[in-house]
């Protein structure tokens, strides 16, 4: 028997071989596309997430690419909607360079994250505050520069987080000067 041949070709023609593996590459089409929906149902991925899910599941790269395609084309796989719904969605209160890093990791453009970033409905501004407030929360007596390294590390830029710690440095020692008279 001749190498690569299924065991039901056996003494099949070469028309019967030839469509026997044409039946196999269009399961195995189908099998991805399906895998690519249940993935799909269970949460939103970007296309590199899809793309790269599928790869460990063992596909080829032609199948995976016509998945993907068939998905996107059924309007399942939307980078850009992705992208949108994860900035307004996002919970944590972080600066526009984390989430920028956060969605170019996650396989949106990263001209295409910055400008979802920029166009998000709460600002920089408002986010560096609501972060400074749980960090308050969490340790009241934080220092200037503990606070600061805190929210460095959130994605705030340094020209926000002073401002914003002498503005809130200023009040609340305003406040504790008050308590005391």
Not at 41 to 64: H, N, P, V
Not at 75 to 90: C, P
Request: glycine residues 6%.
């Amino acid at each position: 028997m001749p190498i690569g041949v299924p065991n039901e070709a056996q003494g099949a023609t070469r028309t019967e071989v030839r469509e026997l593996r044409s039946n196999e590459v269009r399961d195995a089409k189908r099998h991805a596309r399906v895998t690519a929906l249940r993935m799909l149902a269970a949460r939103r991925l970007t296309e590199a997430q899809l793309f790269a899910k599928l790869e460990r599941k063992g596909f080829d790269d032609e199948t995976i690419a016509a998945a993907v395609a068939s998905c996107k084309r059924d309007g399942l796989l939307d980078d850009d909607l992705f992208a949108t719904l994860y900035v307004e969605t996002k919970r944590a209160a972080v600066g526009d360079a984390r989430l920028v890093a956060e969605l170019v990791k996650r396989g949106i453009d990263r001209d295409a994250a910055r400008e979802r970033v920029a166009s998000a409905d709460v600002a920089e501004s408002e986010r560096a505050g609501a972060a400074y407030d749980r960090i308050r929360r969490a340790k009241p007596d934080v220092s200037y520069q503990s606070a600061a390294r805190k929210l460095e590390r959130l994605g705030f830029p340094a020209s926000l987080i002073y401002r914003l710690l002498r503005e809130r440095a200023g009040a609340d020692l305003g406040d504790v000067l008050a308590g005391l008279q």
